[in-house]
């Protein structure tokens, strides 16, 4: 058995773009054989998705696909072909674990529902990823992520009163999403090993935003007890002062003092004479919008003068919650995220030596590695059909059908 955490764990991957795929990505960088399975000369979305190094498009080079895939194989099928289907039904044989990002319903019209492929193998574990889940009245429903933000109740209470809401960067949630359901299906797999008996896992991306602990949780609970509903702070308002990112000679650093530790902010700015006098301490101060702006005056003519390295460095000496804001150069050059293996360098066959983002968490005696790096395009077809029992005969016949 390998010392992988999941070294004796198979799974068969029908996920494309991002939640999905970051499901089974958790599962293969910590030892699972995972199989991908994608749309003959197509493949998965994100190939089309950049970034791309010099910024030019080319499928085997989406910085996106290549971080979301090492350690999967590759095999190219079309599912809409009966051939094809086959191949799965003869994967699922020696499968743990199936996760399916189709749209609900379109795994049953293909004959590969959860019952069918259960029939197959008893103990098997299928995870399907979609939208609003596989029942209920908006389970047919296309969105966009921003969608699914605004839907889970939180991008109403996210920006400033004064303007629209808006939202957490760009695909945070569907990682989200996709690392729930890697839990999930591990959750279900111990149950389908402990007792031999797989399960179907219904993740819905809408439900785990509403449940999420990041706001969501705490402004629906605060809506359930008390009826109200957590909107968005007026400009320059919200938990005292000084919060947020302020400016420095050469970028930001983002502080959070506010009421409760005002003092230390005071001893950040050097104590001067001027926020000695009772009237900042006085009750209602951190919301009176003139010392405010008096305030804000003060720090900024001191954070300008200074790095942000420096006002950092100042601002820990002073006890005051505080981080600069990084570009990614800099966060790549970060000494602690280097030091701690936080990213490797991977060698692929087409996009050359990158530098990746490396494992989440680190296990001391199963230690996540990278063994392959992102797959080309059907590059493992004749290595898995083979092990099938395909014929390099039957593999012709199946490019003809236009199966693979």
């Known amino acids: 058995m390998s010392d992988s955490a999941l070294g004796d764990v198979k799974v068969l991957d029908l996920t494309n773009l991002i939640a999905g795929p970051y499901c089974t990505k958790l599962l293969a960088d910590y030892g699972a054989e995972v199989i991908k399975v994608e749309r ?20 085997e080079k989406s910085g996106l696909f290549l971080h979301l895939n090492t ?44 019952d069918t492929l259960r029939s197959i193998n008893p103990t098997l574990v299928m995870t399907s990823i979609s939208n609003f889940g596989q029942t209920g009245p908006y389970r047919d429903f296309r969105m966009a992520e921003v969608m699914v933000y605004g839907m889970g109740g939180e991008m109403y209470s996210t920006g400033i009163a ?27 797999l111990f149950a389908a090993r402990d007792q031999g008996i797989g399960q179907h896992v219904d993740v819905s991306i809408m439900e785990t935003q ?12 605060g809506y359930q007890y008390s009826g109200d509903i957590t909107g968005r702070s007026p400009l320059g308002s919200g938990g005292g002062y ?7 000679s050469d970028g930001y650093l983002e502080i959070s003092a506010g009421r409760n530790y005002f003092p230390r902010a005071v001893s950040m700015l050097g104590s001067p004479a001027e926020l000695q006098d009772p009237k900042w301490y006085a009750p209602g101060a951190q919301r009176d919008p003139d010392l405010k702006e008096e305030f804000d005056t003060m720090l900024l003519t001191w954070s300008l003068e200074q790095t942000k390295s420096e006002t950092w460095a100042i601002a820990q000496e002073s006890r005051v919650i505080s981080a600069p804001l990084n570009t990614m150069e800099e966060l790549a050059e970060d000494t602690e995220f280097n030091s701690r293996g936080g990213f490797i360098e991977i060698d692929h066959p087409v996009a050359g030596t990158l530098n990746y983002p490396a494992r989440p968490f680190i296990m001391n005696d ?20 083979n092990r099938l029992g395909y014929s390099s005969g039957d593999v012709v016949r199946l490019r003809q059908q236009g199966a693979i």
Not at 47 to 54: E, I, Q, T, V, W
Not at 103 to 113: I, S, Y
Not at 368 to 374: D, I, K, L, Q
């Open 40 to 59: 003959p000369g197509i493949g998965d979305g994100a190939r089309r998705l950049g970034p791309f190094p010099g910024d030019v498009p080319h499928p």
């Open 71 to 114: 350690n999967k194989q590759s095999v190219t099928l079309d599912l809409t072909t009966q051939a094809a289907r086959a191949v799965i039904k003869e994967l699922v044989k020696e499968t743990d674990i199936v996760v399916e990002g189709f749209r609900p319903g379109t795994m049953a019209r293909w004959g590969l529902d959860h």
């Open 162 to 188: 004064e303007r629209e809401p808006v939202k957490l960067g760009v695909n945070v949630l569907l990682y989200q999403a996709g690392a729930t359901a890697s839990v999930a299906t591990m959750g279900a």
């Open 210 to 221: 509403v449940g999420s602990i990041d706001r969501r949780m705490s402004t629906l609970i």
């Open 242 to 248: 000084p919060y947020g990112a302020i400016p420095c």
């Open 366 to 385: 199963s230690p996540w590695s990278v063994r392959r790096p992102a797959p080309l395009l059907g590059q493992h077809n004749m290595e898995i059909l």
